[in-house]
Nanobody, 115 residues
Framework: QVQLVESGGGLVQAGGSLRLSCAAS????????MGWYRQTPGKQRELVAN???????NYADSVKGRFTMSRDNGKNTIYLQMNSLKPEDTARYYC?????????WGQGTQVTVSS
């Protein structure tokens, strides 16, 4: 079982930046599927970004050019750098990994962007 703990959320004004972190309880070096999702009340959880073991990233169109996902295998941590934040980025952000065909989720961290 992999435990994930997100941090770095908070309240920020539009145009500001936040950096989310997700610390894993086990080595992430061999994990190929890692990602960030977000969810607002009454809506489905949506993919924000994912990253492969080789570092290849994929982003939702709504965050391209503003968000950057990265991983540090030595620290068993993945990151989501969020710049030029917009009110519509307000959501609870979750990190997720898939290991041995099982998906694990963190508890999420709230991001609120004020206009």
């Amino acid at each position: 079982q992999v435990q994930l703990v997100e941090s770095g959320g908070g309240l920020v004004q539009a145009g500001g930046s936040l950096r989310l972190s997700c610390a894993a309880s086990q080595s992430i070096a061999g994990i190929n599927v890692m990602g960030w999702y977000r969810q607002t009340p009454g809506k489905q959880r949506e993919l924000v970004a994912n990253i492969a073991s080789g570092g290849t990233t994929n982003y939702a169109d709504s965050v391209k050019g503003r968000f950057t996902m990265s991983r540090d295998n030595g620290k068993n941590t993945i990151y989501l750098q969020m710049n030029s934040l917009k009110p519509e980025d307000t959501a609870r952000y979750y990190c997720t990994v898939v290991r041995t065909a099982l998906r694990y989720w963190g508890q999420g961290t709230q991001v609120t962007v004020s206009s």
